[in-house]
């Protein structure tokens, strides 16, 4: 299942790569899709504050008595990015989810228009884990961020990460996928797929699909998806703590507000 998708994944960017180049506008986008970043970064001297709600409980799990999930604990997230010059910013996020922080810095490389078919950037950054019991608590990082425009309506995304130390992991790699559907208005369908680590015994593909809005200064996103993990180590490790399996759905959103705009 896991190298099917990674398959169809890399047959549709070698696709939109390859597709007679035109010249289309950036992404109505910022700096993330769900848990992935993407190829652009937040403009000069402005602040991003990040609100990420996780909901523990599966809906199948919930049921009604439960209201699928939305009774349950929830793992939150808070962040603050900021916009540099040359194309650069930086972020720091903690994560209640073995209290976990992550420090990053994204350089995009290239811009897609009629010079370059794709967008690359690079990220840079380490996790912190901070919960007690926990052993190994420094991991480093490094993603590239591969982003095509296919139409004006699609947004393509490969994102190959290499992460130091997962919960269980050293050395560990994985390649994200992503892709944004726009809609007329402001509205957005987004989705991201991690291959289960071929690494981690018994893992899970993990799947993600959410809904965005885009207001100014805003973006709201409701989520689905099967796996609670929003930071690097936890994503390209297939490895999270308690794990997850392939048909479980969790709700949960995405707030974004950005100073000035």
Same mark, same amino acid.
């Given at each position: 299942?896991? $190298? ?9 960017? %070698?696709? %939109? ?12 986008? #910022?700096? !993330?899709?769900?848990? #992935? ?8 001297? /402005?602040?991003?504050?990040?609100? /990420?709600? !996780? @909901?523990?409980?599966? +809906? ?32 720091? #996020? *903690? ?9 990053? $810095?994204?350089?995009?490389?290239? *811009? ?5 078919? &794709?967008?690359?950037?690079? *990220? ?37 990460? #290499? =992460?130091?130390?997962?919960? /269980? ?9 992503? %892709?944004?559907?726009?809609?007329? $208005?402001?509205?957005?369908? &987004? /989705?991201? &797929? ?14 993600? =699909?959410?809904?965005?809005? !885009? ?6 996103? +409701? ?8 930071? %690097? ?10 794990? @997850? ?6 709700? $949960? @959103?995405?707030?974004? !507000?950005?100073?000035?705009?």
């Amino acid at each position: 299942m896991r $190298g099917k998708v990674l398959w169809v994944a890399v047959l549709c960017m %070698a696709w %939109a790569v390859l597709a007679p180049s035109q010249v289309l506008p950036e992404p109505q986008l #910022y700096d !993330r899709l769900i848990n #992935y970043p993407t190829h652009l970064v937040l403009p000069p001297s /402005t602040l991003q504050v990040l609100f /990420t709600h !996780r @909901f523990t409980q599966s +809906i199948s799990d919930a049921g009604a008595g439960n209201l699928w999930g939305l009774d349950s604990a929830a793992d939150i997230g808070l962040g603050l990015g900021l916009g540099f010059g040359h194309n650069l910013e930086a972020q720091l #996020y *903690r994560s209640s989810f073995l209290k976990q922080y992550e420090l990053s $810095g994204k350089w995009t490389a290239l *811009r897609q228009g009629s010079a370059s078919p &794709v967008g690359v950037a690079l *990220r840079l950054g380490t996790d912190y884990r901070a919960a007690t019991g926990v052993t190994d608590r420094w991991s480093y990082f490094g993603q590239v961020v591969v982003a095509r425009r296919a139409a004006p309506w699609v947004d393509l995304f490969l994102v190959p990460t #290499y =992460v130091t130390d997962t919960p /269980t992991l050293t050395n560990a790699f994985n390649v994200g996928i992503g %892709a944004s559907f726009h809609l007329p $208005g402001v509205w957005d369908i &987004v /989705t991201e &797929v991690t291959p289960a680590n071929r690494d981690t015994q018994g893992a899970s593909v993990a799947w993600s =699909v959410g809904f965005n809005i !885009r207001l100014p200064g805003h973006d709201f996103l +409701i989520y689905l998806g099967n796996s609670r993990a929003t930071v %690097a180590d936890l994503i390209a490790g297939s490895d999270i703590p308690g794990g @997850f399996n392939g048909s479980d759905v969790r709700l $949960g @959103f995405n707030l974004l !507000r950005r100073f000035p705009e």
